[in-house]
């Protein structure tokens, strides 16, 4: 008996053991079942790779590194598809892939594997952003300033990339788009209307206002005096 007690408790323990691989709808991923319970959910392409099948043992070990490598494959798949809509800075993808419950060391694989495919460039992203808003809502240097900051732009690449724009040349396109709509109205209803405008696009008084003044001399140049 006492030898019999002995090597029991020297036997080796048998690691868990895959009992169920239970693919989920909507989704290319599995649950795995480790002696009948739930251990986690892989990606169809990791389970494959790694060979895993129902009578496979899994370490506790290899059970973390499979989680970890399915998030950073999960984590480089969001990023390129959120990369695939539209540029992104850098703070503003490492946000959008932790909103998604991405774990840190994920996302910084992730990060890192878009600097090396050159989807990543904030100096590219801030020209781009730039652009975009001038030609469909042209606003000020300050405005965009903010607006790069917040999407985390240096500052020093942010005054870099606003040096060359010209509040009053993007005051003067911002009013011209909003003159329809402006029609009929006596001068002091045109400058308040269109003074609060641009107000909320970040320009200032004098700059407004001089945007207002050559758009109501446009507007009224053929009117009888």
């Known amino acids: 008996m006492s030898g019999s007690d002995d090597q029991d408790s020297t036997a080796p323990a048998l690691s868990p053991t895959v009992t169920a691989i239970e693919k989920q709808k909507r989704r290319p991923r599995a649950d795995l079942y480790l002696d009948g319970v739930y251990a986690c959910t892989l990606g169809i392409d990791l389970i494959f790779e790694r060979h895993i099948a129902v009578g496979t043992q899994i370490t506790d070990t290899q059970r973390r590194d499979l989680e970890t490598d399915d998030q950073r494959r999960g984590a480089i798949a969001a990023a390129l598809r959120l990369l695939s809509v539209m540029p992104r800075s850098e703070q503003d993808l490492r946000d959008r892939l932790k909103h998604r419950d991405f774990r840190r060391t994920a996302v910084d694989a992730a990060i890192t594997r878009m600097r090396e495919l050159g989807y990543l ?14 030609a469909a809502t042209p606003r000020s240097r300050r405005a965009l300033a903010f607006e790069l900051s917040r999407k985390g732009i240096d500052r020093d690449l942010v005054s870099e990339t606003i040096a060359p724009l010209s509040d009053a040349d993007a005051a003067y396109a911002a009013a011209q788009r909003r003159l329809r709509s402006l029609c009929g109205l006596d001068r002091p209803g045109f400058t308040r209307r269109l003074g609060s405008f641009l107000a909320s696009r970040g320009f200032s008084y004098a700059v407004a206002r001089s945007a207002i003044d050559r758009c109501w001399a446009e507007l009224t140049a053929d009117e009888p005096v």
């Open 121 to 134: 460039d904030d100096a590219a992203f801030a020209r781009f952003w730039i652009e975009a808003r001038q």
